[in-house]
């Protein structure tokens, strides 16, 4: 009779604990589908933002240029289409 008992018991943890699996399965699942959710949602929030351009000034534009004509590397082609005056 013990023996049947402790079965029963036994049977009786086993749907216990797979019914805590069952849940914690779900309330992961809704979880993961409100996070992929707010995600997307974050992602069309920053997607739509407009791009902020940053003003330069034209010292601060031909500094640039002047810059890259210096770094530019030189081809020895006297019209090779890189440089400009």
Known sequence: MA???GH????KETL????RLKFHLELQKKMM???LLKGLLV????????AQAQ???K??????VEA???????????????YSQ
């Open 55 to 57: 003003q330069v000034s």
């Open 43 to 50: 992602s069309l929030a920053l997607w739509t933002l407009p």
């Open 33 to 35: 589908g409100r996070l």
């Open 16 to 19: 216990r604990t797979i019914k």
């Open 8 to 11: 029963t018991f036994e049977k």
């Open 59 to 64: 010292p601060q534009l031909e500094a640039m």
């Open 68 to 82: 890259l004509r210096l770094a530019a590397s030189k081809t020895g082609v006297q019209d090779d289409g890189l």
């Open 3 to 5: 023996d049947t008992c």
